[in-house]
């Protein structure tokens, strides 16, 4: 599985340069001139490059015609379409003015799709829609997932929570893929409440089974390990921290600021990497 490791810009050498798959938020793109010259590096340097459409920073997408525009202008491999919220029906519709957009302009920028629902069978019922699209080469599985079900809503820890509900999401989808003879596509999970949750997909891979994940994007090493907190074997020792990620944020301009040096902060930040790539298999040389 491919990794891509969110930070601030001006930590972009530090750490997303760990790995050779990344997402990027392109609402960043005007705010932070340094960090699409950096994925423009990236994607020079034969990076796999994924323009997400910002919903999760926004709580909307970006309209469909600045998606395309800058994906297509910057060459970045793969483009998140538009999509609404936690709206299977929502979705549909934003997605499919997007690929008649997309068409009608001549655009070549692979597409991928998020598969939103407010019901787990909502949500794979579209996946199952999404694998017949052929302009849609992958489909992303959501991070909010606390809405699926009540299985699991007698666990106190609302991050293991999080992470039993999307266990069982891809775990339902297998079982329908396998029953119905299907194989699903290359699958990206958005975001991560604990990277314990990708161990339990390592036999998910392209050779094995009808559900292949392909990806994660994640700032869970970043953000922990800013306040020194490290992973185990057995994932976060706490709580997921709730703060969303700041990219103007410069740990060494908080150097004898706060309770660490930027030295201490980093050595934790990759441990925290090292620790993600062992629970995701993250292999640099294995393509997409």
Same mark, same amino acid.
């Given at each position: 599985?491919? @990794? %891509?490791?969110?930070?601030? *810009?001006? #930590? $972009?050498? +530090?750490?997303?340069?760990?790995?050779?798959?990344?997402?990027?938020?392109?609402?960043?793109?005007?705010?932070?001139?340094?960090?699409?010259?950096?994925?423009?590096?990236?994607?020079?340097?034969?990076?796999?490059?994924?323009?997400?459409?910002?919903?999760?920073?926004?709580?909307?997408?970006?309209?469909?015609?600045?998606?395309?525009?800058?994906?297509?202008?910057?060459?970045?491999?793969?483009?998140?379409?538009?999509?609404?919220?936690?709206?299977?029906?929502?979705?549909?519709?934003?997605?499919?003015?997007?690929?008649?957009?997309?068409?009608?302009?001549?655009?070549?920028?692979?597409?991928?799709?998020?598969?939103?629902?407010?019901?787990?069978?909502?949500?794979?019922?579209?996946?199952?829609?999404?694998?017949?699209?052929?302009?849609?080469?992958? @489909? %992303?599985?959501?991070?909010? *997932?606390? #809405? $699926?079900? +009540?299985?699991?809503?007698?666990?106190?820890?609302?991050?293991?929570?999080?992470?039993?509900?999307?266990?069982?999401?891809?775990?339902?989808?297998?079982?329908?893929?396998?029953?119905?003879?299907?194989?699903?596509?290359?699958?990206?999970?958005?975001?991560?409440?604990?990277?314990?949750?990708?161990?339990?997909?390592?036999?998910?891979?392209?050779?094995?089974?009808?559900?292949?994940?392909?990806?994660?994007?994640?700032?869970?090493?970043?953000?922990?390990?800013?306040?020194?907190?490290?992973?185990?074997?057995?994932?976060?020792?706490?709580?997921?921290?709730?703060?969303?990620?700041?990219?103007?944020?410069?740990?060494?301009?908080?150097?004898?600021?706060?309770?660490?040096?930027?030295?201490?902060?980093?050595?934790?930040?990759?441990?925290?990497?090292?620790?993600?790539?062992?629970?995701?298999?993250?292999?640099?040389?294995?393509?997409?």
């Amino acid at each position: 599985m491919k @990794i %891509g490791i969110i930070c601030p *810009t001006a #930590h $972009l050498e +530090d750490f997303a340069s760990q790995s050779n798959f990344h997402l990027i938020l392109p609402h960043l793109f005007k705010k932070h001139p340094r960090y699409l010259e950096y994925y423009k590096y990236r994607v020079k340097n034969g990076d796999f490059v994924v323009q997400d459409n910002s919903i999760f920073e926004l709580e909307e997408s970006l309209p469909g015609v600045v998606l395309l525009e800058t994906a297509e202008l910057y060459e970045f491999s793969e483009v998140v379409a538009p999509e609404v919220l936690r709206s299977g029906e929502g979705s549909r519709k934003v997605l499919e003015d997007f690929l008649q957009f997309r068409s009608k302009n001549g655009a070549h920028v692979p597409v991928m799709a998020v598969a939103q629902g407010s019901t787990m069978d909502e949500i794979i019922s579209y996946v199952f829609y999404l694998n017949e699209i052929s302009e849609v080469s992958t @489909i %992303g599985l959501p991070f909010d *997932t606390e #809405h $699926l079900s +009540d299985e699991y809503d007698s666990v106190r820890s609302l991050t293991l929570r999080r992470v039993l509900k999307r266990w069982n999401l891809v775990t339902t989808l297998q079982k329908r893929a396998i029953l119905m003879k299907v194989r699903i596509k290359p699958i990206h999970l958005m975001g991560l409440s604990d990277g314990i949750e990708l161990q339990y997909y390592k036999n998910y891979t392209y050779d094995k089974g009808n559900v292949y994940i392909r990806s994660n994007d994640s700032s869970s090493c970043f953000m922990h390990g800013s306040y020194l907190i490290r992973y185990s074997e057995r994932g976060l020792p706490c709580e997921k921290i709730k703060e969303k990620l700041s990219f103007s944020l410069n740990l060494r301009e908080w150097n004898g600021v706060r309770f660490a040096s930027f030295h201490d902060m980093k050595n934790c930040i990759d441990h925290n990497i090292n620790m993600l790539k062992s629970f995701a298999n993250y292999d640099s040389n294995s393509k997409i």
